[in-house]
């Protein structure tokens, strides 16, 4: 059972054009959420996070917007860079104990020049 | 860049061979986590450590065996590999437990089982 879910497998974009990501999450105990940018022969860079007692927090070009009622963030990038393109993904926990973090499968963007 | 080191970065042996990867951490942290990325499942919890000899299991324990006998090492043990162990292996960490603070990850190790 995915208790966090990328449905996108990949995404392209124009450069200089806004990017979406999305991820749905299904444990109501999730209070903390981040994203996490990979590229190929990497490990996964941190992007930004997110506390549940927020809806939007904002980085420089990134965005990541929570909607607790419906169990969804997504990531905005503006403007997107050819830079940009890797796989991303998001990530969820609870904010007690040792509970680890649970990821999504992952969403590779391409950003196309 | 978090002070994670791993190693070996690339591996290739046989099945039926003892494999031992090794995570290394610069920064103290108390937290450490082994994760598998495979194509289609991305990123899943092996092990993971909340301090000196303490470890608990993950989504995909089977398999794998941890040790943690000092702050700064945590190794993930592959005591009979098997072909569907072929994956890589990512070595993560953290400051406090992970409910409010990220984790850094290392580079990464490539492990091919024949």
């Known amino acids: 059972d995915q208790q966090v879910k990328q449905n996108s497998p990949s995404l392209s974009v124009q450069e200089g054009r806004i990017s979406i990501l999305n991820c749905d999450y299904t444990?109501?105990?999730?209070?903390?959420f981040l994203w996490y940018k990979k590229y190929p022969a990497e490990g996964p860079t941190f992007l930004i996070s997110i506390s549940s007692i927020k809806d939007k927090n904002e980085d420089g070009r990134f965005t990541v917007f929570l909607n607790k009622s419906a169990k969804h963030l997504s990531l905005h990038i503006v403007p997107s860079q050819p830079g940009d393109s890797a796989v991303y993904f998001c990530?969820?926990?609870?904010?007690?104990?040792?509970?680890?973090?649970?990821f999504g499968k992952g969403t590779r963007l391409s950003v196309i020049a | 860049d978090a002070g994670i080191t791993q190693s070996p970065r690339h591996k290739v042996t046989e099945t039926g061979t003892p494999v031992t990867l090794r995570c290394h951490q610069t920064?103290?942290?108390?937290?450490m986590y082994w994760y598998r990325q495979d194509p289609g499942h991305g990123l899943r919890l092996i092990h993971y450590s909340y301090g000196v000899k303490d470890t608990d299991k993950g989504e995909v324990s089977d398999g794998y065996s941890v040790s943690r006998s000092k702050t700064e090492d945590f190794l993930l043990t592959l005591e009979s590999a098997t072909s569907s162990q072929t994956s890589v292996y990512f070595c993560?960490?953290?400051?406090?437990?992970?409910?409010?603070?990220?984790?850094?990850f290392g580079d990464g190790t490539r492990l091919s089982i024949l």
């Open positions: 920064e103290n942290h108390r937290y």
């Open positions: 444990n109501s105990m999730f209070d903390y």
């Open positions: 993560a960490i953290s400051v406090t437990a992970p409910g409010n603070q990220p984790q850094h």
């Open positions: 990530a969820a926990s609870e904010d007690s104990g040792n509970t680890p973090l649970v």
